[in-house]
């Protein structure tokens, strides 16, 4: 136990000198050394890794791989180990992969082959997967993967029809609380009807053939998957190797389909990962587990009645909220200001206002249902103002629809289009005093109300997130609607006021 707390000791003392004094002072002594000494300082190699990965200049990247090259040939297991793992770290390319193959097949020793195997799991492309085929089933499908992104990156077809729906469900996730806009948008459409509603999810099936893009013509939910099916632990593979799993993959994907596991809310479980991931080839080689650079993710839901598995589209950026260019601290998440656009409803030639626009979702969540003459943004961020701008002209908004302003809502008549009586909506997430202090939060909201009571119109509308246990003071404001909404560890309330 001394041994292996000095080893680390040594290596974080490495780790922590800059490039030039590791590679001119620290390799050419560990060069020197005696075999024993070599063995000693072996941390050296790990440090010289991780380093060069961070802060080593790129030009030198052809002499630290030799060096490591060379060490693959030392006659000390540990020093040819710490070298294999040190690699991928450095630009291992065709060159390395040869001498780690080399040495795979000379040695007999099964945690070294195991280190091998796992560092041509990461570099490994053609040599490895023909090498490798039938004998490492892990770093088989690694190097597939590899081979697969270097011919393709592939991609997600939004267009492409499923015409067999028979057994699809679709999975719609989000926030706990906004479940019940969710399922009120897809009732108001005829695509797909609501098979059940629980605290952040709605279930849903196709009502008729089906693309993705219809799917994500629905704003209001945080991520979609398609469910798979409940096993226990020892039986999800049997489900993600399924034949609805593969009709999936095949008709959503253009190029080899690649996926990478969550264990959802478990954290880290790479063991289990592993595990799956190689049961899943086994049963079915045509789909690759691929966590470097995936189009799907098969997420693992555990409940008690089993292990729930759903595949996944990683979309990135999310093609509904591709506006989103820029973003400030503490901004609203584009489905949260889509709920919120869509408890408000819309009228002919609306006036909309956000007093706190941040980074302008909300503003453009109401312009995209239509309706709207005019969107009004102010906050006391000019950073903000700027991001709100250049988010609503990337939303394909006539930049003469939209006038925002650096500014305190208080002053909202100082601004021509804001005067008393002029808008029809005032939809807005307010800072809620946990990323952003606020001094006095009660008056804040409090001032809020009392603006919105003299800004709106007759029949105006007020939709806000409420972050107090309070209502409007005045008495033309009328509460229209209230539901709790987590806000990623505490309650708010999303509310519709009316003005009478």
């Not at 065709?94 to 195997?117: C, N």
């Not at 079915?284 to 598995?309: F, K, Q, V, Y």
């Not at 009328?478 to 505490?490: E, H, I």
Request: charged share 25%.
């Amino acid at each position: 136990m001394k041994k292996q707390n000095a080893g680390k000791e040594l290596y974080q003392q490495l780790r922590a000198l800059p490039w030039e004094r590791l590679w001119t002072e620290e390799v050419p002594q560990f060069d020197r050394a005696t075999p024993k000494e070599r063995a000693e300082r072996v941390g050296l190699i790990r440090a010289v890794g991780v380093v060069f990965l961070e802060s080593g200049p790129q030009e030198l990247g052809n002499e630290v791989r030799a060096w490591l090259r060379r060490l693959l040939d030392d006659p000390e297991e540990k020093i040819r180990r710490y070298a294999v793992n040190a690699l991928p770290k450095v630009g291992a390319g065709r060159v390395e992969e040869s001498d780690l193959l080399a040495l795979l097949q000379k040695s007999d020793i099964a945690r070294e082959k195991k280190f091998l195997a796992d560092a041509l799991g990461k570099i490994g492309g053609e040599q490895t997967l023909a090498a490798t085929r039938g004998l490492l089933p892990q770093t088989e499908q690694k190097a597939r993967a590899a081979v697969a992104r270097s011919e393709s990156a592939g991609a997600i077809r939004m267009d492409r029809v499923l015409h067999e729906t028979e057994g699809v469900v679709i999975c719609l996730r989000g926030r706990q609380g906004l479940d019940a806009t969710v399922r009120a948008e897809v009732e108001a459409g005829k695509e797909f009807r609501v098979l059940d509603q629980s605290d952040g999810l709605v279930t849903v099936a196709p009502t008729a053939p089906f693309s993705l893009a219809d799917v994500y013509r629905l704003r209001c939910f945080g991520t979609a998957g398609f469910s798979l099916g409940t096993a226990p632990a020892g039986r999800l593979a049997e489900l993600m190797a399924s034949p609805l799993a593969l009709r999936l993959f095949r008709t959503f994907t253009e190029g080899v389909p690649r996926y990478r596991i969550d264990f959802v809310s478990k954290g880290h479980q790479r063991a289990a990962v592993r595990e799956l991931a190689d049961r899943v080839y086994a049963l079915c080689p045509e789909i690759l587990n691929d966590p470097r650079s995936s189009l799907w993710a098969m997420d693992i839901h555990s409940t008690s009645h089993g292990e729930i598995a759903e595949l996944r589209p990683r979309l990135i950026p999310d093609p509904r909220f591709a506006y989103r260019l820029r973003d400030i601290p503490a901004a609203s998440h584009p489905p949260l200001a889509a709920s919120m656009a869509r408890l408000a409803g819309k009228m002919e030639e609306e006036i909309v206002w956000d007093p706190f626009c941040g980074s302008g979702v909300e503003l453009i969540e109401c312009a995209l249902r239509g309706g709207v003459r005019g969107l009004f943004g102010t906050d006391l961020s000019a950073e903000a103002i700027a991001v709100a701008h250049t988010n609503i002209a990337a939303a394909g908004i006539a930049p003469d629809s939209a006038q925002l302003v650096c500014c305190d809502f208080r002053e909202h008549e100082s601004i021509e289009g804001l005067e008393a009586g002029r808008v029809s909506l005032i939809i807005t997430n307010p800072p809620l005093g946990m990323r952003v202090p606020i001094p006095n939060l009660r008056q804040l909201i409090d001032d809020l109300f009392s603006v919105a009571a003299v800004a709106l119109k007759s029949g105006g509308r007020l939709v806000f997130i409420n972050p107090l246990r309070t209502e409007s003071p005045h008495p033309r404001l009328k509460l229209q609607s209230r539901q709790l909404v987590d806000m990623s560890g505490f309650d708010c309330r999303m509310e519709l006021y009316v003005k009478s």
